[in-house]
């Protein structure tokens, strides 16, 4: 059975910093993109950053480009988000996502995500 485990959420001040980490288990996906999405209250769920099987390719959502950073081990089966400059805007659940695919132009959209994971809180208070 494919599980995606997100970890790593939390409170967090402005401009403060956190790391999310997503551990895949039930198979590898070395070959295949991954990538993070978020919801925060009210919203529907949005891209955030997409990465290449590896790891050499990486997309952003403009919203966070400058300020997140999307790495991959693929010996770990781990996705890491570094999140920097954290903005109150920013407070969403964290949803960590896989393809059955290879990375393309795509990658924001979630439709094309097969494997997801139960997602972190972030709360970035002001």
């Known amino acids: 059975q494919v599980q995606l485990v997100e970890s790593g959420g939390g409170l967090v001040q402005a401009g403060g910093s956190l790391r999310l980490s997503c551990a895949a288990s039930g198979r590898t996906f070395s070959n295949n993109g991954m990538g993070w999405f978020r919801q925060a209250p009210g919203q529907e769920r949005e891209f955030v950053a997409a990465?290449?099987?590896?790891?050499?390719?990486?997309s952003y959502a403009d919203s966070v480009k400058g300020r997140f950073a999307i790495s991959r081990d693929s010996a770990k089966n781990t996705v890491y988000l570094q999140m920097s400059s954290l903005k109150p805007e920013d407070t969403a659940v964290y949803y960590c996502a896989a393809q059955n695919r290879l990375y393309d132009d795509y990658g924001w959209d979630p439709r094309t995500y097969d494997y997801w994971g139960q997602g972190t809180l972030v709360t970035v208070s002001s």
């Open positions: 990465i290449s099987q590896s790891g050499g390719m990486t």
